[in-house]
């Protein structure tokens, strides 16, 4: 099966853009893969496996809520383990990292203006079975092996409970945290997020679902319960038994390498699982937890498929779409008609790789629910740039050797250590310009907020790295209609200039901002913000 890179991807995708350039695919660093046979995933019999649904988290008792004196909400207690996962029915168990018994860990449901509580509890070993790299900042050879800080993605959350790298726990410990979830309903997830070896634990399993419910949700009467189904995308590359294999740079000194794609694609942690479905509305909730590979979703044969939400919740009406992309962290809230599929099977796919198969039975055992005209009570509001009170611009960097292999990417030229230098004011708006000077697509999250994107637009990249001057080379292109909600992940093209609109609500405190690709997070291409109360000079 193909592996194609983000480069290869853009290039063959209609994300590409005027100015992107190939010269990089051949000059990537060959990747040195442990002294195992790897596994030829098109050699296994697919669709054997039924598609796990994560279990729903149960709440150990309530506690006081931490910000409403006399109230109470749900408390969790979630443990990180090792497990020994089946990923499919002809391989021995996989060893895995996860949050309770499974990958992905259980789904946390929460309602929204509630909250809950949790306690991250690790039961980790003493030892890492993923390759460190001692020379990435954060994972110094002084600092423990095992290392976790868990980050509940898309979340407006206050700054102690956020998941901060640098706050990790060891096995034995628990780390505390409290969600507010003053947010409207949406899907998020949650996920290690320790400074140097986030890649490795996340490779190793550490993810899981949390979803926010709310009233007007609930109102819309969409499809639930079995007819509700998450889906995790997560590539790995496999052993002939079984076992993960992380790849590593011909330099055992620095094992780091600056991508990893994997040909075995596990959805909900089974490899081409398939799942039982009746012909009538389903919502699918699918989630690119992968390391680094971006998809474009698509039923086998083109079907239309109905979105109706995107990282921060519903669009304002469904969009009808025939093939989605998402790079990593992106989620999108899709419904699916099989009634025209009544006693056939359909796979979902992403460009040549098979994901999943549905098996539609001939009969619907209940009424099936209609598409919603319109999904919001009132409008998403417009795109007011006379709101922003600051326009940043900041710039996506990559340093390359002599021979043009990635050594690393940053943030603004700035690496993690340096003083912070994004401080926005509390429940002020601001444009950030995110000028990607890279020859990759990165995906840029931001921690605490949602934004909407306002454009992208192409740039002639030698001179602006020359002297800082702008020069556009085509007009500024608005956000695609599946783009047009709230967003907390924005895919940044290469010589292209990104607009985001961001509104800092919620709490003060340090956050971070990052690239999704994990291996790109993990050396660097991550930094502090910090948001100031109101009142003070940002």
Not at 77 to 84: G, K, L, M, S
Not at 250 to 265: C, M, Q, R, T
Not at 340 to 359: T, W
Not at 490 to 497: E, L, N, Q
């Amino acid at each position: 099966m193909p592996k194609p890179s983000r480069r290869a991807f853009l290039q063959s995708s209609s994300l590409a853009l005027a100015g992107f350039g190939a010269g990089r695919l051949a000059a990537m660093p060959m990747r040195h893969m442990p002294p195992t046979a790897q596994l030829d995933p098109s050699t296994l019999a697919p669709f054997v496996d039924p598609l796990p649904i994560p279990v729903l988290a149960k709440p150990v008792g309530m506690q006081p809520h931490p910000e409403l004196h006399g109230q109470t909400l749900p408390h969790y207690r979630i443990p990180q383990c090792e497990a020994h996962v089946k990923v499919h029915r002809d391989l021995p168990p996989t060893r895995m990292w996860v949050y309770g018994d499974s990958f992905p860990g259980p789904t946390i449901e929460i309602q929204s203006g509630q909250g809950a509580t949790v306690d991250w509890v690790s039961q980790l070993p003493a030892h890492h079975f993923l390759p460190i790299d001692h020379t990435l900042v954060g994972a110094e050879k002084s600092l423990p092996e095992v290392r976790s800080v868990t980050h509940l993605h898309g979340g407006r959350t206050p700054a102690k409970s956020d998941g901060y790298p640098e706050e990790w726990i060891v096995p034995g410990r628990v780390q505390n945290c409290f969600y507010p979830s003053k947010q409207e309903s949406a899907l998020l997830f949650y996920h290690d997020h320790t400074m140097g070896i986030n890649r490795l634990n996340i490779y190793a399993g550490l993810q899981g679902f949390a979803i926010v419910r709310d009233q007007h949700e609930a109102s819309l009467d969409l499809p639930g319960g079995q007819y509700e189904v998450p889906l995790l995308l997560a590539d790995r590359l496999l052993a002939q038994d079984g076992q993960l294999i992380y790849p590593i740079s011909p330099d055992p000194a620095n094992p780091w390498v600056p991508e990893v794609f994997g040909d075995s694609i596990l959805v909900n942690g089974k490899l081409l699982p398939y799942l039982e479905v009746e012909p009538r509305l389903y919502r699918l909730r699918i989630f690119n937890g992968s390391n680094g590979r971006f998809y474009r979703v698509s039923l086998e044969n083109k079907s239309p498929l109905h979105v109706i939400g995107n990282d921060q919740g519903l669009l304002a009406a469904p969009i009808e779409a025939k093939r989605i992309p998402l790079a990593p962290g992106e989620r999108v809230d899709v419904l699916v008609d099989f009634s025209e599929f009544a006693g056939r099977n359909v796979k979902l796919i992403s460009d040549s790789f098979d994901l999943m198969q549905f098996r539609v039975g001939m009969k619907a055992a209940t009424s099936s629910q209609s598409i919603p005209k319109t999904l919001r009570d009132q409008p998403l509001p417009p795109l007011d740039e006379t709101s922003a009170i600051r326009t940043r611009r900041l710039t996506l960097d990559e340093n390359l050797d002599q021979v043009q292999q990635s050594m690393g990417m940053l943030l603004n030229k700035t690496p993690w250590h340096a003083p912070v230098t994004e401080k926005p004011v509390l429940n002020t708006t601001e444009i950030w310009e995110l000028v990607n000077l890279t020859e990759d697509s990165h995906p840029i999250h931001l921690h605490l907020v949602r934004f909407r994107i306002l454009d992208r637009r192409p740039l002639e990249t030698y001179g602006f790295m020359m002297n800082g001057h702008v020069r556009f080379t085509g007009p500024a292109i608005p956000p695609e209609p599946l783009e047009s909600g709230w967003k907390d992940v924005a895919r940044t093209d290469p010589a292209t200039i990104t607009r985001i609109l961001v509104r800092f609500e919620g709490y003060t405190g340090r956050y971070v901002w990052h690239c999704h690709i994990l291996e790109h997070e993990d050396n660097e291409m991550m930094r502090p913000y910090e948001v100031l109360p109101e009142g003070s000079a940002g």
